[in-house]
């Protein structure tokens, strides 16, 4: 088989990280990448001397093998929609959309193609080492943090753009939650309806929820978008006899008088999957840990709480 051609619809950050990423794959070649903005999907072409495309309907036609999908929350939809038209294999950047309806009508599109949704933290070596330690033993308590800044685009303090901090950071400590303690069946949230500095901001600067998992567990949620700087991003979890603090970049384990600690390697993960994507777009390996309908569990929980906080009432999740 020759080299799987990928074309990747967006050219923003997390784009910029795939294209590096998948630029040195030998057995990939980038086809092209379109933007909303011309002069970043041309940069973005330029770097990895490729094509940039008008839009993604001419993207679409240049003979692809799979598609990347790296807009920001409010843009998901029609991309998706389109890609799985074309019948084409489907990776998704987190989250799946601002809101859950969207998403809801994507999963029920997909059908066949491989997909894939961007959490790479199931990649992480910690992340592994921590299943295998919660392995047998039931977890009691799990606290979740993501207390960081405000983005830098202009869109990531609008609700209606981003779905808010629980939506499109905590996303990632939800999907870790839900892989290392299970289902979520209850949550009930508050936010303090202040929103952070800026131009039309209405997202609240911090939220606090409590959530209840099926297995019987019970936990909370903190997200805070008031620093300068990313704080934390993980979970706390207690099971009997252990406690672990595990994130992208490490893994604390506190057992009786013994603690150790485990470094992350975060871009390892992030290479890992993409790998992963690529190997299965191939036929040549079933390691995808975050399909489509994987993914939709987490953002349903993400969105029950955003609920949550906005109507003060209890969500079943």
């Known amino acids: 088989m020759g080299r799987s051609r990928v074309g990747l619809i967006g050219a923003g950050n997390v784009a910029q990280r795939h294209a590096r990423v998948l630029s040195g794959f030998p057995d990939v070649e980038l086809a092209g990448v379109t933007d909303v903005l011309p002069e970043a999907a041309a940069r973005l072409a ?13 993207l679409l036609r240049a003979d692809l093998d799979a598609v990347y ?54 990649y992480l070596a910690v992340v592994e080492r921590a299943r295998e330690l919660l392995d047998g033993r039931p977890v009691r308590l799990v606290n979740g943090a993501w207390l960081d800044k405000v983005p830098p685009v202009a869109w990531w303090s609008r609700r209606d753009r981003s779905g808010g901090p629980v939506v499109e950071q905590a996303a990632h400590v939800l999907d870790l939650a839900r892989h290392l303690a299970g289902e979520v069946s209850r949550v009930c949230a508050v936010g303090n309806g202040l929103p952070p500095p800026g131009d039309g901001a209405d997202v609240d600067s911090v939220t606090a929820a409590t959530l209840h998992y099926t297995g019987g567990a019970v936990g909370t949620l903190s997200t805070a978008c008031v620093l300068g700087w990313k704080h934390r ?16 970049d490490e893994l604390v384990v506190r057992e009786g008088e013994r603690e150790y600690r485990m470094p992350g390697d975060p871009e390892a993960a992030r290479v890992a999957v993409d790998r992963a994507f690529i190997d299965a777009v191939r036929g040549e390996g079933d390691d995808i840990r975050v399909p489509y309908a994987e993914g939709l569990r987490t953002h349903r929980l993400a969105c029950a709480i955003a609920q949550s906080a906005a109507t003060g009432e209890a969500c079943d999740v």
């Open 46 to 58: 330029d770097t990895h001397g490729t094509r940039a495309f008008a839009d993604a309907d001419a």
């Open 233 to 248: 991003a993980g979970l706390e979890i207690y099971a009997d006899g252990l406690a672990l603090a595990v994130g992208e």
């Open 69 to 122: 999908a790296c807009v920001p929350p409010f843009a998901h939809g029609p991309v998706e929609e389109a890609v799985l038209s074309a019948g084409l294999p489907l990776f998704v950047e987190k989250p799946l959309a601002a809101d859950l309806e969207t998403a809801e009508k994507i999963a029920a599109m997909v059908d066949g193609a491989p997909t894939a949704v961007g959490h790479h933290w199931r």
